[in-house]
């Protein structure tokens, strides 16, 4: 006998329920947000407009976030890219460290970690020179105090799902 798995969550204040279908339906965008929900139907076993008012669901409740282009950065030439540890004044928050790298294109990722640093950046640029420019305007916020900076040199996994 095939147990169903389901999940139950709180979203937005509500209790909702992700039944197998959702959970399919999330699986099939997450493969391709382009399918139409005509293809998602075929996979799911339910018509096109039923598959849009779970999809508008699960859009009201918080659950799909939005939909995106997954851009190869070696296609529009931002080959390099480093993680950067940021350490901070005593009092920095996650917002402005959050509000700080935001304004700086290069970073296309931040995260606030344990250990000795405080905030985890990932950077992309098209080279040293490049990244070494995002690198100084990066440690001109005055609430850096430091920076430790790894370079990648090859990707060993790389998944658009995060």
């Not at 959050?98 to 344990?114: K, L, Q």
Request: include cysteine; aromatic fraction near 4%.
């Amino acid at each position: 006998m095939e147990r169903k798995q389901s999940l139950s969550l709180r979203a937005r204040g509500d209790s909702l329920h992700l039944d197998d279908t959702d959970q399919r339906i999330i699986a099939a965008l997450t493969k391709d947000a382009r399918a139409s929900f005509a293809d998602i139907g075929q996979v799911v076993s339910l018509s096109a407009p039923a598959v849009k008012r779970r999809v508008d669901r699960l859009r009201s409740a918080g659950v799909i976030r939005g939909f995106t282009a997954v851009v190869d950065p070696a296609a529009i030439g931002w080959t390099t890219e480093a993680f950067v540890e940021l350490f901070c004044t005593g009092r920095t928050t996650p917002a402005q460290i959050a509000a700080a790298v935001r304004r700086h294109p290069e970073v296309v990722g931040a995260y606030t970690v344990s250990g000795e640093a405080d905030a985890l950046v990932h950077l992309r640029a098209a080279d040293i020179p490049h990244l070494e420019q995002a690198l100084e305007r990066l440690r001109s916020e005055s609430f850096i105090t430091s920076t430790r900076s790894m370079i990648v040199l090859s990707r060993l996994v790389d998944s658009p799902h995060g």
